[in-house]
C-alpha cells in the first residue's frame, strides 16, 4: 500500500486537501492528483467539480436507453410524517379464510403512507415461515399459505421517502381452511356472466350449465379487495342455469364473482359500468 500524507491547509478560510505524497507514473513523472475531484477520495475541500470528460459520461449515461425509467419517472418525494398505525381490516380476530391459497389482505390506508410492508408469519415472534411482501394498495392477494393452518399472524408498516419503521400495526391472527382455489369445479362444465360490462343498476345474469345438482356459496369482491355481496348455500341446478344478482347498490368498477364449494373455487371478473 502507497503510505499518504494529507495536510490540511487553511488560507484565508479557505479549507482544502494536498496530497504531497510522491508517487510516479510507469514514466518517472510525478502524478499531482486533482484533489477537489468529485470522484476522488481527499477530504477538506471547500467545493468540489467533475472534469468534462466526468461530466460528458455523466450525461450520455443519462440519455441513454437504460436510464429511460429516469427521464420518464419524475415525481416529488413524499416526506409527509407517518404517525398513525394501520387499521387491520381482514383477516383479525382469528377468522377461518377459504380458499386457503387464495386470500386478500385487506387494511384501512394510512395518511400520507406512499408504501406498505406486509410481514406473514407462523409464529408470534414472526420468525417461522416468514414472509416479506411491498405493496402500493391498502390489501395484498396470497396464493401461497398452506392448508388447515391455525397459527397465521400478519402485520402492516406503513412507508414513504422519509419515514420507515416508525409505527406498525399490531399482529393479528387467522387460520387458513382446506377449500383449494382451482380454476374449475367438477360439476360446473359451463360459466359465463352477460351480458359483460353490463350496466349500473340491471340484474348480473350468471349462464351456467351444470353436470349435476350441487350446493355452493356466491360472492363478489371489488377491485380493492372489499366484499360486496354474499349468498351462503345458493342450490345451482343440473343443466342450464341462470342465477340473478342484484347490482343496484354496487358502485361502478371491475369486480371479481366467485363460486366457491368444498370442491374449490371458480372465479369470474365482471365490469360493472
Same mark, same amino acid.
Given at each position: 500500500m502507497?503510505?499518504?500524507? $494529507?495536510?490540511? @491547509?487553511?488560507?484565508?478560510?479557505?479549507?482544502?486537501?494536498?496530497?504531497?505524497?510522491?508517487?510516479?507514473?510507469?514514466?518517472?513523472?510525478?502524478?499531482?492528483?486533482q484533489e477537489?475531484?468529485?470522484?476522488?477520495?481527499?477530504?477538506?475541500?471547500?467545493?468540489?467539480?467533475?472534469?468534462?470528460?466526468?461530466s460528458a459520461?455523466?450525461?450520455?449515461?443519462?440519455?441513454?436507453?437504460?436510464?429511460?425509467y429516469?427521464?420518464?419517472?419524475?415525481?416529488?418525494?413524499?416526506?409527509?410524517?407517518?404517525?398513525?398505525?394501520?387499521?387491520?381490516v381482514?383477516? $383479525?380476530?382469528?377468522?377461518?379464510?377459504?380458499?386457503?391459497?387464495?386470500?386478500?389482505?385487506?387494511?384501512?390506508?394510512?395518511?400520507?403512507?406512499?408504501?406498505?410492508?406486509?410481514?406473514?408469519?407462523?409464529?408470534?415472534?414472526?420468525?417461522?415461515?416468514?414472509?416479506?411482501?411491498?405493496?402500493?394498495?391498502?390489501?395484498?392477494?396470497?396464493?401461497?399459505?398452506?392448508?388447515n393452518?391455525?397459527?397465521?399472524?400478519?402485520?402492516?408498516?406503513?412507508?414513504?421517502?422519509?419515514?420507515?419503521?416508525?409505527?406498525?400495526?399490531?399482529?393479528?391472527?387467522?387460520?387458513?381452511?382446506?377449500?383449494?382455489?382451482?380454476?374449475q369445479?367438477?360439476?360446473?362444465?359451463?360459466?359465463?356472466?352477460?351480458?359483460?360490462?353490463?350496466?349500473?343498476?340491471?340484474?348480473?345474469?350468471?349462464w351456467?350449465?351444470?353436470?349435476?345438482n350441487?350446493q355452493?356459496?356466491?360472492?363478489?369482491?371489488?377491485?380493492a379487495g372489499?366484499?360486496?355481496?354474499?349468498?351462503?348455500?345458493?342450490?345451482?341446478?343440473?343443466?342450464?342455469?341462470?342465477?340473478?344478482i342484484?347490482?343496484?347498490?354496487?358502485?361502478?368498477?371491475?369486480?371479481?364473482?366467485?363460486?366457491?364449494?368444498?370442491?374449490?373455487?371458480?372465479?369470474?371478473?365482471? $365490469? @360493472?359500468?
Amino acid at each position: 500500500m502507497i503510505p499518504l500524507q $494529507i495536510i490540511i @491547509l487553511v488560507l484565508d478560510g479557505l479549507v482544502c486537501s494536498e496530497f504531497t505524497t510522491v508517487v510516479n507514473d510507469p514514466a518517472g513523472v510525478r502524478i499531482d492528483p486533482q484533489e477537489n475531484n468529485m470522484m476522488g477520495y481527499f477530504i477538506g475541500c471547500s467545493s468540489y467539480i467533475f472534469t468534462y470528460d466526468q461530466s460528458a459520461l455523466k450525461v450520455a449515461d443519462y440519455n441513454s436507453s437504460r436510464r429511460n425509467y429516469l427521464r420518464t419517472y419524475r415525481r416529488t418525494p413524499n416526506t409527509n410524517t407517518i404517525s398513525t398505525a394501520p387499521n387491520l381490516v381482514f383477516p $383479525i380476530n382469528q377468522e377461518l379464510v377459504d380458499p386457503y391459497n387464495d386470500i386478500t389482505l385487506r387494511w384501512d390506508p394510512v395518511p400520507n403512507a406512499g408504501f406498505y410492508v406486509v410481514e406473514v408469519s407462523r409464529s408470534s415472534s414472526m420468525d417461522v415461515d416468514y414472509k416479506v411482501y411491498t405493496t402500493k394498495n391498502p390489501f395484498l392477494r396470497l396464493r401461497n399459505l398452506l392448508a388447515n393452518r391455525p397459527d397465521y399472524r400478519w402485520r402492516v408498516t406503513p412507508y414513504n421517502e422519509a419515514y420507515f419503521d416508525v409505527v406498525s400495526s399490531p399482529i393479528q391472527r387467522f387460520k387458513t381452511g382446506i377449500v383449494n382455489s382451482v380454476s374449475q369445479i367438477e360439476e360446473i362444465s359451463y360459466m359465463d356472466i352477460v351480458p359483460n360490462p353490463i350496466s349500473q343498476g340491471k340484474s348480473i345474469e350468471i349462464w351456467m350449465n351444470n353436470l349435476a345438482n350441487f350446493q355452493g356459496n356466491i360472492s363478489m369482491i371489488n377491485a380493492a379487495g372489499v366484499k360486496v355481496f354474499e349468498r351462503a348455500n345458493q342450490f345451482f341446478n343440473k343443466g342450464d342455469d341462470k342465477i340473478l344478482i342484484p347490482s343496484d347498490n354496487m358502485a361502478k368498477g371491475l369486480y371479481f364473482l366467485n363460486i366457491n364449494t368444498t370442491e374449490g373455487i371458480i372465479t369470474k371478473k365482471l $365490469i @360493472l359500468q
